[in-house]
């Protein structure tokens, strides 16, 4: 069983960056698929992005391009969230997944993924 925990989430102010983590525990982490999924207030959960094992590839939902980044710290057991020039409509709860089997072209679909974090909220106001 993995567990998940993620941390870093807060308020921030329009345009402000925020780097949010999550570490896995309970398998080995090189052999877990990491990624992070958000919910806004009133909407479905959403794909952000996700990495694989060796950190060489990633994939983002199409809102995020260009201003998010999904990175890897193995070391840690540690997967990251970069988020720059937050906008509003980033306000979510955002949480981590991760998977030791699913394929790349089901990275975007939620009941794909085996664990999930509890959430970590993320603000974004002006």
């Known amino acids: 069983q993995v567990q998940l925990v993620e941390s870093g989430g807060g308020a921030v102010q329009t345009g402000m960056s925020l780097r949010l983590s999550c570490v896995a525990s309970?398998?080995?982490?090189?052999?877990?698929?990491m990624g992070w999924f958000r919910r806004a207030p009133g909407k479905d959960r959403e794909f952000v992005g996700a990495i694989t094992r060796t950190g060489k590839v990633t994939i983002y939902g199409d809102p995020v391009k260009g201003r998010f980044t999904v990175s890897r710290e193995d070391a840690k057991n540690t997967v990251h969230l970069q988020m720059s020039s937050l906008q509003s409509e980033n306000t979510a709860v955002y949480y981590c997944v991760a998977d030791e089997k699913i394929g790349r072209s089901s990275w975007p679909l939620e009941n794909k993924w085996d664990y999930w974090g509890q959430g970590t909220q993320v603000t974004v106001s002006s």
């Open positions: 309970g398998s080995t982490y090189s052999s877990l698929v």
